[in-house]
């Protein structure tokens, strides 16, 4: 069983045939059968009867698949015996940097690449607009002379300077976001191009990610339709992917169109030297503009209802007042003008809109900063949905195993730093506490009986110890600590069966002595804490396991 944890030597390879990298990992939880299927091609490889398949991204020789059968030790990627030196086989010690590097020239290494770089120079050579056509030349910075790039092709385009950077494999964004500001300092556009992409946003890899929303959620892609279409024109026609913003329940949402397009009907960005057809942020900006002058619409006219209607009921009141006479001696009655009757709506959906107003108007800035983003993930736009429908949204959203990327975490954090030092409540009504309920379920994300059975006693747990490990009240509208702590402590509640989860928490976070003396002003808790078999009943550990994934440094016994 020890061979499972054991780290393999070769953790990718480059796969010669797409371009594409193959990670051991990954790759080893596959059927037997297709395993071995592979390593018998990778044995004709070795053998020359085959084109190279699998190969080192650091020395570039073939690679076989050892392990398994009699040997026990784990399935694996290996050199063969008397191959020429590399320092895998030596030294594993490669820095990320190089690593970065390896993987991207490994990649332009492939037939698949080859051949996809060759079209893409043969179809801008039967259009006159392209001139100074090169393939994998040195372009050197304008300002720093040690530094350069060797773009896929480089070429002049009416009087402006275009690189066509393939993409095949899995690329760092910082390899992506390296290159991009080179050639942005060097007034050169850059257009990376596909061979194929995934609009499935969960399917969606992080490099596809990267570069179309960096790219004005535009994705330019070179397959066979428009390897078609450019043969039958003359000319490079590209498939551009693009996200098409809408309206819909006062938020911007998005559809995925695509068209094929030459060269003459892209836009040319000359701030960012980025290359697009649909301008996705212009788009946005006019929708953001529309939505605010419907919301002062919608906020204009119920106020203006809601004046009528007053207005209408005083009048009423009026009317009747001066046409009944009241006999006071014989009634003991009394009228109170200012007991007007409000119009009637459903008082289910004046909730719900209630708490919606009170939402966005709560969140305003950080509604503000993420409509205003050139770019914004998956989960942040999680945050522009109504609050009545987003506890939903993301119990979806998760469902699905999301990772938090970089950006995602950036944000997370902003969040918390804010306000965690502000006076605010950090009840329902604040982004804060949906933040705090997408981290618990992106915790237990990969258990998946936990997670279905996840519901709001589990929720009002998490929460109490989010707040004392924060050392602020989050997700109800306790004032302080104390009080949530003491929530736990009345045998009148039914919460007080998780009072041993929040003494763990206490202990873990803080520590018995110095959460009292800070806290606990009246001196009460802690000789609850320390004689608890003079009140306390029968604790409840259902919710251990799930306390323990969500806070792992919370241990149970």
Known sequence: MNNFFNKRTIEFVLNKDDGSTVYADSFFLKEENEIFNYRSELQKAIKGIREPLFVCYYCGQNIKINGGGQTMKVLHFAHRKDSDFCHLKTDTNYSLLEIKRLKYNGAKESPLHFETKNLI??????????????????????????????????????????????????????????REHFYKENQTYILWVFKNFEVDEFKQCFTEKDVFYSNNRNAFVLDDEAIKLSNDNNDLFLLCYYQKPKIENLKIDYDWCFEYVNFNKLTFDEVNYKIFYYDVIKEEETLNNEILATQKEIREKELAEQNKAKENALKLQKEIKKNIEYDYEDY?????????????????????????IAFDENNRSTIIDLRNEISITNYQRLFLKQQSEMFDKIFEFFKNEYTFTKE?????????????????????????YYISISIFLSRLTNYKELYNNYNGSIQQLLFAIL?????????????????????????????????????????????????CNSEDKKGLLKPKILNTNNWKPQQDTKYNEVVSIVFPEIKFE
């Open 332 to 356: 003991n009655y009394s009228y109170y003008e200012d007991e007007i009757e409000e119009p009637k709506i459903d008082p289910k959906l004046k909730i719900i809109r209630d708490r919606n």
């Open 121 to 178: 120079k043969q179809f801008i050579e039967l259009n006159n607009d392209f001139s100074n056509i090169k393939v994998e030349k040195v372009v050197k910075s304008n300002t720093n002379y040690l530094e350069w790039k060797k773009p896929d092709i480089s070429a002049t385009y009416k009087k402006v300077e275009v690189v066509f950077e393939i993409q095949l494999s899995t690329t760092f964004l910082s390899v992506i976001v390296d």
């Open 467 to 515: 707040s004392i490990k924060k050392r602020k009240v989050i997700g109800n509208n306790f004032s302080n600590l104390i009080q949530v702590i003491n929530h736990h402590t009345n045998l009148k509640n039914d919460r007080v069966v998780f009072f041993d989860v929040i003494v763990r928490a206490i202990e873990t976070y803080w520590g018995i002595d110095k959460f």
């Open 408 to 432: 995602d975490k950036e944000f997370i954090n902003d969040e918390f730093s804010r306000k965690i030092q502000s006076s605010d409540k950090l009840n329902e009504n604040t982004i804060i």
